[in-house]
């Protein structure tokens, strides 16, 4: 089948207007000269696209600025106050809904609740509990154009559904087929607004692309998800990487001991065996009687990993060396997909960031140990603790599908 790849005006007209946007949302207070020159257009294509924008009150005039040669020119802005987007966060065991801007300000804590891990019988729960709860702020805000969710995987990104692996389910625990739950399309029974589905992971790295790298298409970046398990997501040349290879990249499970014990999803010696929340306590439980101090002696049964990084935050030794053995294991991971994408920043985001600089080092340390001399260092940051960096990608995935078709998702005049 040849595929149609023809454009006419109005496709154009369409794909300038979502370059502009663009543009604006990271560049206020621009002049129409100036915009010009950064996009490539014609000032007389800017002046006629801007003119359209400002009628559907997408663009405004935000006063004067110096330009060119001593010259005043008008300001242009995105108009933040229009619309407004949802963000949804789902993984194993919380559901969290906000109201966002286009700047990614919250507008009001929406929805948060915890639940036990979930299972497949329960998604049809779930998915009409995210769908009451939406309707109902959308029945509230007559100014909130589409949903984007950041959800657990593996996800199938031709239709949206979510794997559960063999033995998650309520009735055949020792099963040895993986279960697909159509997450998108039950929403969207339910839902009238436009939904986009997303990893956590990936969604994780577009926020921390999009709001604080201010888009730049030069950077490569990585971001891993490391809280109850371990996921990552890539953006290249300003693109997600599951653009191009849907659910190719699945960074917990890159192996990296190929006599290391098997993961519940059937990997022998992958990242999720040496990072997951269930492998540094059950690591730690192991190490304990050599450290008879250990503060966590009295918790050999019940230990959870929470109390683990506190008790690494108090100084305990135990629980010291048990992180440093996970940023070391996340610190070979990270080097192992140097050759493959290079990335120029690796932010890190979720509960073990809470450890700090001293598990910064230790996975600093890891990389330099592991890595190919061929291949530079990624610059290494940990996402601020109290900032939910899923949650804002949850709102950016439709944020920018949204700018990306403003003929289609922004109302015309």
Known sequence: NYMKSGKNLADLTNENKAHILRYLIHHEGISRIELSAATGLRPASITKIIQQLIEQELVTETGLSEGSKGRRSISLSFNYKKYSVLAIKLNWSRLKIDLMDFKGNSQEELYSINFTPLCIERMDEITSLIAQKVNEICSRHNNILAAGIACFGPLLYENGNVLFEPGNTESHRDGDCCYSYPLLN???????????????????????????????????????????????????????????????????????????????????????????????????????????????????????????????????????????????????????????????????????VRCGT????????????????????????????????????????????VLSNPGKYFPSN
Not at 272 to 292: D, G, K
Not at 312 to 322: K, V, Y
Not at 370 to 391: R, V
């Open 358 to 401: 001293p598990l910064l080092n230790a996975i600093e340390r890891s990389i330099h140990l592991h890595k190919h001399y061929a291949y530079k260092t990624p610059k290494l940051i940990f996402a601020e603790p109290d900032n939910d960096l899923i949650l804002l990608g949850a709102a950016t995935i439709a944020i920018d599908k």
């Open 186 to 352: 039950r929403l969207r029974e339910q839902i009238q607004i436009p939904l986009f589905v997303e990893l956590e992971a990936v969604a994780g790295a577009l926020a921390y692309w999009w709001f604080r790298t201010n888009c730049d298409p030069t950077q490569k970046m990585m971001h891993i998800f490391a809280g109850e398990g371990i996921g990552g997501g890539f953006i290249i040349n300003g693109r997600r990487l599951s653009d191009f290879l849907d659910n190719a990249f699945e960074f917990g499970h890159i192996i990296i001991n190929a006599n290391g014990d098997k993961c519940t999803g059937g990997c022998i010696g992958c990242l999720q065996t040496y990072c997951s929340f269930t492998s540094l306590v059950r690591r730690t439980q192991a190490r304990l009687s050599n450290y008879p101090k250990s503060t966590l002696s009295s918790r050999q049964d019940t230990l959870t990993a929470y109390e683990l990084i506190d008790a690494m935050n108090a100084g305990d030794d135990c629980a010291t060396d048990a992180i440093m053995d996970w940023g070391f294991y996340l610190g070979c991971g990270i080097a192992s997909i140097l050759p493959l994408f290079t990335p120029d920043i690796v932010v890190i985001s979720d509960i073990m």
